[in-house]
């Protein structure tokens, strides 16, 4: 805003797919959603990639890897995860999955939440019942029975600007 006075962002939590319907409507100028490279083609909008947001295991305080520098990603997975319901967390599930796959893991021993804001999605895990995947940055300090710790390898959750095509004018200056 400093920068550019004229746009005027404002902030509108949804899931990805719902994103990228509204900004190939027209009805958002941009959003940043999940890691989306087909999107370009599927919505004939812009993609640029964003950020990878580095990705921790929100865990209860009395968890044996509390106090550990990091947590084995097959230590993690060994545990009840907490994920997303869906369908609106039909994405990030599949990706996740697609993630714990990749390192020669499956992810079998889940609880469903309903979407909501994280502090709202965690007392599960604060109790103990279950261990969450959280993105760095909404974290600063967990709170409520919780720690937030590194992955054992690190773990990165990819995102995405999608925008209009063509771009507004405001977008383009954004997106420089």
Known sequence: RAERPECRPRLVQEVTPDSLRRVAAHELA????????????????RVDTLKDEPLLAALPRSHRYAAEPAIPIGEFVAETVL???EPTGLMFNAWFRSVVRAHGLELEN?????????????????????????????VQEPGGGLVAVPFDPPLVFPTDLISRWPPTEE???LVQ
């Open 30 to 45: 941009a959003a940043v959603v999940m890691e989306s490279p087909a999107a370009a083609r599927r919505h004939a909008i």
């Open 171 to 173: 977008v383009s200056g």
């Open 83 to 85: 994920l997303p319901r």
């Open 110 to 138: 889940t609880m469903a939440i309903a979407s909501a804001p994280w502090d709202r999605r965690l007392p599960p895990v604060a109790s103990g019942e279950a261990v969450a995947v959280m993105v760095a940055d909404w």
